[in-house]
């Protein structure tokens, strides 16, 4: 089992930047994929980004090409976005998610049915 705990999120004005953390414990953090997927007021959960076991490969939903990015430090156990030019609608509730049914595979998923551990979420506001 994997315990996965996001932080960063915050108020933001629009055009600025916010930097997402999400720190796992539990199984060994460069075994499996994970992914970043937001739920905005009274919308469903959506993809946004998603990052292979080693790092090496990564996948954005087109709201978030452009000008976010997925990273992970397989040393401490983190993964990151990054967003940039945020706008109004970016605001959500932020999740990290891991793929832990499968490991050491390259295919990035983006339904969040494929991912089967959650972190409780962090709330990013961009304010107009």
């Known amino acids: 089992q994997v315990q996965l705990v996001e932080s960063g999120g915050g108020l933001v004005q629009a055009g600025g930047s916010v930097r997402l953390s999400c720190v796992a414990s539990g199984r060994i953090f460069n075994t499996y994929n994970m992914g970043w997927f937001r739920q905005g007021p009274g919308k469903e959960r959506e993809f946004v980004a998603a990052?292979?076991?080693?790092?090496?490969?990564?996948t954005y939903a087109d709201s978030a090409k452009g000008r976010s990015f997925i990273s992970k430090d397989n040393a401490k156990n983190t993964m990151y976005l990054q967003m940039n030019s945020l706008k109004p609608e970016d605001t959500a509730v932020y999740y990290c998610?891991?793929?832990?049914?499968?490991?050491?595979?390259?295919?990035?998923?983006?339904?969040?049915?494929?991912?089967?551990?959650w972190g409780q979420g962090t709330q990013v506001t961009v304010s107009s």
């Open positions: 998610a891991g793929d832990l049914r499968r490991s050491y595979t390259n295919l990035l998923r983006s339904d969040a049915d494929d991912y089967n551990s």
């Open positions: 990052i292979n076991y080693n790092g090496y490969y990564t």
